[in-house]
């Protein structure tokens, strides 16, 4: 089955992670520095809900009443300017019109400053703290149709990026396959079962044990089921998870294809998180060049250029 993605990724993210200095308080950051070649690959679709409002920069920081900015779109709470001016209309309006922008440029995936008040979307990162009331205003639209949702600050982590990017193809092939008969789904779920069995194990066993009992309908439909492993793979691994998991499928690799990737370790030698990265590259560029699936990242980007 063809395991490729040929067009180069659409990405959108908040204009203030690009490098624009649209926060309130004129600052901004190029998150994309992080990732260094790898950005080369995609193309980049930034958006700014408050600018594209017309609240420019410098400007008031705005807070939201009520529970969070999902409340705001049902009328259950405001958007407000620090000197009380109620922005609700405003910036409900420009979130629909970044929103159109992205659909209708085909993009759906977003990377997104956490703890913000219009582009956050939940808090990864600090327990108990919903910084920005979330989701944001805009973040509510990005979560409602179904985006791929990328924390801005995980792009400084090679190992988390590692890991957002390869569930993110997974993501985005799954979105494109044909899906009409049982067959497809096989052939589907062949290739991405290794990488949903280290996200969620319990639940990837019990869809296995699924497609092998029941008929299509008694699944729920063709459907529900690719909507079931696209909610999985937004779901973060962990460097554990990663670290056993290369060392499994190298084994595997190497009993399969007789051939060794040097640098690779075993799951209990201490190594940093960028050298762990590094592995996990060399591990995708041997497995490319043997025709070998590495199941933990099976989606193959061919604009990606290797950082090895
Ligand atoms: S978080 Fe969103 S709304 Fe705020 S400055 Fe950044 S892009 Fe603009």
Redesign the pocket.
Known sequence: MDVYLEERIKVGI???MYGCK??YNAKGWNQLEAIGRDASSFVWFPV????NAGFGVPREAIKITGESGSAVWENAGKVMSGSGKNLSKALMNSSEACLNQLLSAGVSVYIY?EG?P??GVYRTTLKNKRLGKPPGVFGHLLLENGFFLIPADELTSPVKWWDWRRRMLAFLWLKKQPLETKADLYNIWHVLKFLCQEIDEKWARALGKTLADSTVAEMGGLEAIRKSILDVLRLPSSPQKIKNRLWKHYSHYRKYTGKSIEGIKRPTELRNMTDLAEELLKMELGAMSADYLFGASPIINRKQKSKT
């Open positions: 908040s204009a203030c649209f926060r700014c809900p408050e600018v400053m913000s219009s582009c």
